[in-house]
């Protein structure tokens, strides 16, 4: 995964929520959020995307 943006201050050790993991926006921001140093907890009704986002995330050496 390449990484998408810079945030203007430190979030690095924070915790952040998303919900609607399995595709679209809620990917996206999790994708930003690990890059930012944030651990990331995810939530989706689609069990099986969800998993799919969680081993994707997990590849790059993130924590979720």
């Known amino acids: 995964m390449t990484q998408?943006?810079?945030f203007s201050r430190s979030v690095t050790g924070n915790v952040a929520l998303v919900t609607g993991i399995a595709?679209?926006?809620?990917?996206?921001?999790a994708r930003v959020f690990v890059d930012e140093g944030l651990r990331v907890a995810m939530?989706?009704?689609n069990a099986?995307?969800?998993t799919r986002a969680?081993?994707?995330i997990k590849e790059?050496?993130?924590e979720v």
Do not use: C, N, P, Q
């Open 4 to 6: 998408l943006t810079k």
């Open 23 to 29: 595709s679209g926006i809620g990917r996206a921001f």
């Open 43 to 45: 939530a989706d009704v």
């Open 48 to 50: 099986e995307h969800l």
């Open 54 to 56: 969680v081993d994707e």
């Open 60 to 62: 790059t050496g993130h």
